[in-house]
């Protein structure tokens, strides 16, 4: 079946520009999801099909996807933003597939 | 547009639970629809899918053959049966909209399975 990975943890200075990836094979021929889960909360769509913004959501974040690799990217990153980032993509079986989540710190 | 679940609770192992998610603000019967569980401090599981008309579904292997997900687009509802539980199926379980993404998701209703 098929995988996708993500860093644990990525960190990243408030302000600054924060990168999550997310890994697996030939990834370039799927469109993936992005998803931001605060703790005790459900998660929020970020990013869909690779590399478009969800009404409401901040022109702040975007998404690429290329070769065996999707990014998340957050730019000027705030505190908000903390939390859980999560890539999905559909597989041919059986359906769905997370990433395993990356935890965003900004100090 | 809102997703409400309910009919969490808790289960002894080998019991069944029934999971709804009642759909409001929006045309339950042109979406697919998605159950997503996440065990505590664990991160997102695919369970379950089903197409607007309820004539295809498809399963995560670790609930294959014991869930069955359904809709009743008459009310507006869609269901979770989960039978012969297990420890491991302890979680929140969402329902999530698609459609490109995952765009609506409900609050979530935790089960747990424990003696």
């Known amino acids: 079946s098929y995988e996708l990975t993500q860093p644990l943890s990525v960190s990243v200075a408030l302000g600054q520009t924060a990168r999550i990836t997310c890994g697996g094979d030939n990834i370039r021929s799927k469109n993936v999801h992005w998803f931001h889960q605060k703790p005790g909360q459900a998660p929020v769509l970020v990013i869909y099909r690779d590399t478009n913004r969800p009404s409401g959501i901040p022109e702040r974040f975007s998404g690429s996807n290329s070769g065996n690799t999707a990014t998340l990217t957050i730019s000027r990153a705030q505190t908000g933003d903390e939390g859980d980032y999560y890539c999905?993509?559909?597989?041919?079986?059986?359906?769905?597939?997370f990433g395993g989540g990356t935890k965003l710190t900004v100090l | 547009v809102q997703l409400v679940e309910s009919g969490g609770g808790l289960v002894q192992p080998g019991g069944s639970l029934r999971l709804s998610c009642a759909a409001s603000g929006f045309t339950f019967n042109n979406y697919w629809m998605h159950w997503v569980r996440q065990a505590p401090g664990k991160g997102l599981v695919w369970v379950s899918r089903i197409n607007s008309d309820g004539s295809s579904t498809s399963y995560a292997d670790s609930v294959k053959g014991r869930f069955t997900i359904s809709r009743d687009n008459a009310k507006n509802t869609l269901y979770v049966q989960m039978s012969s539980l297990r420890p491991e199926d302890t979680a929140v379980y969402y329902c999530?909209?698609?459609?490109?993404?995952?765009?609506?998701w409900g609050q979530g209703t935790t089960v747990t399975v424990s003696s």
């Open positions: 999905q993509v559909w597989d041919s079986s059986p359906g769905v597939v």
């Open positions: 999530a909209r698609s459609s490109g993404g995952m765009d609506v």
